[in-house]
C-alpha cells in the first residue's frame, strides 16, 4: 500500500530564516506530488505540483520553491521566511490517471515568529 | 465570488443524527468531486469521489450531485462522536492537461456522545 510522510511534523522559525521541508511517497512509482498550505478559513491552497522529477509548476507567485530530486521525493523550500508563510503544509501525492484523487500527508504546522 | 462555496460552521448534532454538508460552486467545468475528511491537526483523508450527478452510497456516508443547481452534498447517517471532524468539498477540472483541484474551506462537525 502507499504511505506518504511528512517531516518535521511542527517547527517553529524566526523571519527571515531559511526553511526545508521534505515529503517522500512510498509504494507507487511517478506519483503526481503537490503541495499545499492551509490558513484557518481559508481552505487549502495549492502552491507547487509536479508531473515528474524536475518539472515543477508553480500555482501562486510567492518566497517558496518546490523540488523534486527523486521520484518520489518532493521538497518545499525558502530562503528568507516572513511571518504570513506561517501555516500547516500539506503534501500530497496522486496517480497519473486519476489526478483528482489526491491522497495526504500528515502535514508540517510551520509558525513563523 | 468563490468559486466553490462551504458553509464553515461550525455543526453540532447529537449521536445518532442524520448530517447533511453542502457545497455550491460558480464553474460548470467541474468535473469531479469529492469529500475529504480532517481530523484536527491531520492530513485531509478522501472520503468520496464521484463524476456524475446522482447519489453515490459508501456505508453510512452518501454523495449527492446536482450539476444542473451546482450543488454538492454529503449525507452521514447514524453519525458517530468519531465523525467529529472537518469536512473539505473538492471539484476539479481539466486544465492545461491536468485536473486542477479547488477545495472549499470546509464545515467543521461535532457529534455530541
Known amino acids: 500500500s502507499q504511505t506518504i510522510h511528512q517531516w518535521p511534523a511542527t517547527l517553529v522559525q524566526p523571519v527571515g530564516s531559511p526553511l526545508s521541508l521534505e515529503c517522500t511517497v512510498e509504494?507507487?512509482?511517478?506519483?503526481?506530488l503537490y503541495w499545499y498550505r492551509q490558513a484557518a478559513g481559508r481552505g487549502l491552497q495549492l502552491l507547487f505540483y509536479?508531473?515528474?522529477?524536475?518539472?515543477i509548476s508553480s500555482e501562486v507567485p510567492q518566497n517558496l520553491s518546490a523540488s523534486r530530486p527523486q521520484d518520489r521525493q518532493f521538497i518545499l523550500s525558502s530562503k528568507k521566511l516572513l511571518l504570513s508563510d506561517s501555516g500547516f503544509y500539506l503534501c500530497?501525492?496522486?496517480?497519473?490517471?486519476?489526478?483528482?484523487?489526491?491522497?495526504f500527508g500528515p502535514g508540517t504546522r510551520l509558525t513563523v515568529t | 465570488q468563490k468559486e466553490v462555496e462551504q458553509d464553515p460552521g461550525p455543526l453540532s448534532v447529537p449521536e445518532g443524527a442524520i448530517v447533511s454538508l453542502n457545497c455550491t460552486y460558480s464553474?460548470?467545468?467541474?468535473?469531479?468531486f469529492m469529500w475529504y475528511r480532517q481530523y484536527s491537526r491531520k492530513g485531509p483523508e478522501l472520503l468520496m469521489y464521484?463524476?456524475?450527478?446522482g447519489n453515490k452510497e459508501d456505508g453510512r456516508f452518501t454523495a449527492q450531485v446536482d450539476k444542473s443547481s451546482k450543488y454538492i452534498s454529503l449525507f452521514i447517517r447514524d453519525s458517530q462522536p468519531s465523525d467529529s471532524a472537518t469536512y473539505l468539498c473538492?471539484?476539479?477540472?481539466?486544465?492545461?492537461?491536468?485536473?486542477?483541484?479547488?477545495f472549499g474551506t470546509g464545515t467543521k462537525l461535532q457529534v455530541i456522545p
Open positions: 500530497a501525492w496522486s496517480t497519473g490517471r486519476g489526478f483528482y484523487e489526491q491522497y
Open positions: 509504494g507507487t512509482s511517478n506519483p503526481n
Open positions: 509536479s508531473v515528474g522529477i524536475g518539472q
Open positions: 464553474n460548470s467545468a467541474f468535473q469531479y
Open positions: 464521484t463524476y456524475s450527478s
Open positions: 473538492a471539484m476539479s477540472l481539466n486544465s492545461g492537461g491536468y485536473q486542477k483541484v479547488t
